[in-house]
């Protein structure tokens, strides 16, 4: 008789594919935090640039 490993092996790929999506998917997580935090630091940063540059032309007219 043969030996029909195509089930197992069939598995075996499900659950390699199954574990590479749950860390592409952690990962997309992760880096989706981190730049909405720098986007989000970089707007605090230009809006204080912008401030003190209006400051800056204030001081200047009086």
Same mark, same amino acid.
């Given at each position: &008789?043969l #030996?029909?490993?195509?089930? /197992? %092996?069939?598995? =075996?790929? *499900? +659950? +390699? &594919?199954?574990?590479i999506?749950?860390?592409?998917?952690?990962? %997309?997580?992760?880096? &989706?935090?981190? +730049? =909405?935090?720098?986007?989000? =630091? *970089?707007? #605090?940063?230009?809006?204080n /640039?912008? $401030?003190? $540059? *209006?400051?800056?032309?204030?001081? +200047? *007219?009086?």
């Amino acid at each position: &008789m043969l #030996n029909d490993d195509s089930g /197992q %092996i069939s598995m =075996e790929l *499900i +659950l +390699l &594919m199954a574990c590479i999506i749950m860390v592409v998917i952690c990962s %997309i997580s992760f880096y &989706m935090d981190y +730049l =909405e935090n720098f986007v989000s =630091e *970089i707007n #605090n940063t230009e809006v204080n /640039q912008l $401030k003190y $540059k *209006i400051d800056k032309i204030n001081n +200047l *007219i009086k």
